[in-house]
């Protein structure tokens, strides 16, 4: 394997480097004091549009995308995976780049499955940053991490498709700027299990797209970006919004899936490298009981294995990342379930560590940690929970060694 970076990719990592530095960490507080302070929580503070601007400037723009009609930066796998976790650093880091979920996933999907006339409508002002976007499959009735128990419906009537069903946990729908979503739901329920499901674009102001709640994370409504319980009544788009054929929403949805879940964690490696750093510089500014926390000797050993866990998840991350490039995302499942299990509790329990090593102030609003933490803590569900990721793993590996 190779452990060096290429010339192309240590210059793209210093650039993002210097950029956080110099723009993204100095404006997390004024992003979250406007939408602390604001009168409408979902109005997106202006320092944001202006970091995206910057970073459009500088070309430090849709680094995830290999390539699409001259967007993109044309990086492997493996080449984006440092950059993301530079970005995933900061909660906000992502979306300045226009590197963030769902819209990642959203626009692979129409790069890579998308007419022409969607790329048009959809897929290019997502690249410009200009609009965001949803993925709405999981349901509150049903186990939607097996996405075949989806009941949202999809009927095809005359040149339109009517969509009736209710979803919850729509990432970035309450989003003022998400004027497109990628519902999946079945288009015929009497196909074979995995062909029942399709992927439709239904544009947010469609008649009868309902937004019921935004739900909490750990008691926060995540604004302005959110993760919104949505009601389709009797919402109808035209025939053409399907997205590659009816039947293809599951093939579809993992192929989705597989980049959406590494990015997850290379943003997490990200979050607990920033912890352990922050960490490090809280306990040796810190005098307590008569010396530096940092000398106390439960301290130095919570840090030898934070650094420890992180290097490990890191390195499991770009094997993965390789092998997604070397073969296809499908032969490197069991890479990216292995990873998909490790890193969200890798960071979950590094950040926690962290959040003790500052007191009650690792609690609070004043550094990055506690939503951090949520962030790591909701990932373990996100994109398939921890249990499946091991049971379908488990069965990979009984296949593989089994006489």
């Given at each position: 394997?190779?452990?060096?970076?290429s010339d192309k990719t240590e210059s793209?990592?210093?650039?993002?480097?210097?950029?956080?530095?110099?723009?993204?960490?100095t404006a997390e507080k004024e992003y979250?004091?406007?939408?602390?302070?604001?009168?409408?929580?979902?109005?997106?503070?202006?320092?944001?549009?202006?970091?995206?601007?910057?970073?459009?400037?500088?070309?430090?723009?849709?680094?995830?995308?290999?390539?699409?009609?001259?967007?993109?930066?044309?990086?492997?796998?493996?080449?984006?995976?440092?950059?993301?976790?530079?970005?995933?650093?900061?909660?906000?880091?992502?979306?300045?780049?226009?590197?963030?979920?769902?819209?990642?996933?959203?626009?692979?999907?129409?790069?890579?499955?998308?007419?022409?006339?969607?790329?048009?409508?959809?897929?290019?002002?997502?690249?410009?940053?200009?609009?965001?976007?949803?993925?709405?499959?999981?349901?509150?009735?049903?186990?939607?991490?097996?996405a075949t128990n989806i009941q949202c419906?999809?009927?095809?009537?005359?040149?339109?498709?009517?969509?009736?069903?209710?979803?919850?946990?729509?990432?970035?729908?309450?989003?003022?700027?998400?004027?497109?979503?990628?519902?999946?739901?079945?288009?015929?329920?009497?196909?074979?299990?995995?062909?029942?499901?399709?992927?439709?674009?239904?544009?947010?102001?469609?008649?009868?797209?309902?937004?019921?709640?935004?739900?909490?994370?750990?008691?926060?409504?995540?604004?302005?970006?959110?993760?919104?319980?949505?009601?389709?009544?009797?919402?109808?788009?035209?025939?053409?919004?399907?997205?590659?054929?009816?039947?293809?929403?599951?093939?579809?949805?993992?192929?989705?899936?597989?980049?959406?879940?590494?990015?997850?964690?290379?943003?997490?490696?990200?979050?607990?490298?920033?912890?352990?750093?922050?960490?490090?510089?809280?306990?040796?500014?810190?005098?307590?009981?008569?010396?530096?926390?940092?000398?106390?000797?439960?301290?130095?050993?919570?840090?030898?294995?934070?650094?420890?866990?992180?290097?490990?998840?890191?390195?499991?991350?770009?094997?993965?990342?390789?092998?997604?490039?070397?073969?296809?995302?499908?032969?490197?499942?069991?890479?990216?379930?292995?990873?998909?299990?490790?890193?969200?509790?890798?960071?979950?329990?590094?950040?926690?560590?962290?959040?003790?090593?500052?007191?009650?102030?690792?609690?609070?609003?004043?550094?990055?940690?506690?939503?951090?933490?949520?962030?790591?803590?909701?990932?373990?569900?996100?994109?398939?929970?921890?249990?499946?990721?091991?049971?379908?793993?488990?069965?990979?590996?009984?296949?593989?060694?089994?006489?």
């Open positions: 394997m190779q452990f060096s970076h793209l990592i210093a650039r993002v480097e210097g950029f956080m530095n110099d723009h993204v960490y979250h004091d406007y939408v602390e302070t604001s009168d409408n929580r979902w109005t997106i503070p202006p320092i944001m549009e202006e970091l995206k601007a910057k970073a459009k400037a500088e070309g430090l723009w849709n680094l995830f995308l290999a390539d699409f009609e001259g967007y993109g930066a044309g990086l492997s796998n493996l080449e984006y995976a440092p950059l993301s976790e530079t970005m995933g650093r900061s909660m906000i880091g992502s979306e300045v780049f226009n590197c963030s979920a769902p819209d990642t996933g959203n626009m692979e999907v129409l790069a890579r499955y998308g007419t022409q006339a969607q790329r048009d409508t959809w897929l290019k002002p997502l690249l410009e940053g200009e609009i965001r976007s949803a993925f709405a499959m999981t349901e509150p009735a049903v186990a939607s991490s097996d419906t999809i009927d095809k009537q005359g040149d339109e498709y009517v969509i009736n069903g209710r979803k919850w946990w729509i990432s970035g729908a309450s989003d003022p700027r998400c004027k497109i979503m990628i519902v999946m739901g079945k288009t015929d329920a009497n196909a074979p299990r995995h062909t029942q499901q399709s992927q439709i674009l239904v544009p947010t102001d469609t008649p009868g797209v309902k937004i019921l709640r935004a739900m909490k994370v750990f008691g926060s409504d995540d604004a302005p970006h959110g993760h919104a319980e949505i009601e389709f009544d009797n919402v109808r788009v035209p025939a053409s919004n399907i997205i590659g054929a009816p039947g293809e929403g599951f093939a579809i949805a993992q192929g989705r899936l597989g980049p959406g879940r590494i990015h997850h964690c290379m943003r997490l490696i990200g979050c607990a490298q920033r912890a352990i750093e922050l960490m490090c510089d809280r306990v040796e500014n810190r005098v307590a009981f008569g010396k530096k926390l940092s000398e106390q000797g439960s301290i130095r050993e919570d840090i030898a294995r934070s650094i420890c866990d992180v290097e490990q998840a890191r390195l499991l991350t770009l094997k993965a990342a390789a092998r997604m490039d070397e073969v296809s995302y499908k032969n490197a499942r069991d890479l990216i379930a292995m990873i998909k299990i490790v890193a969200p509790s890798m960071a979950q329990t590094v950040i926690d560590r962290a959040m003790q090593a500052h007191g009650a102030m690792g609690l609070s609003q004043d550094t990055f940690l506690a939503e951090a933490f949520a962030y790591a803590r909701t990932v373990r569900l996100a994109d398939g929970p921890d249990q499946v990721h091991m049971s379908s793993l488990g069965k990979q590996i009984i296949r593989r060694y089994a006489g």
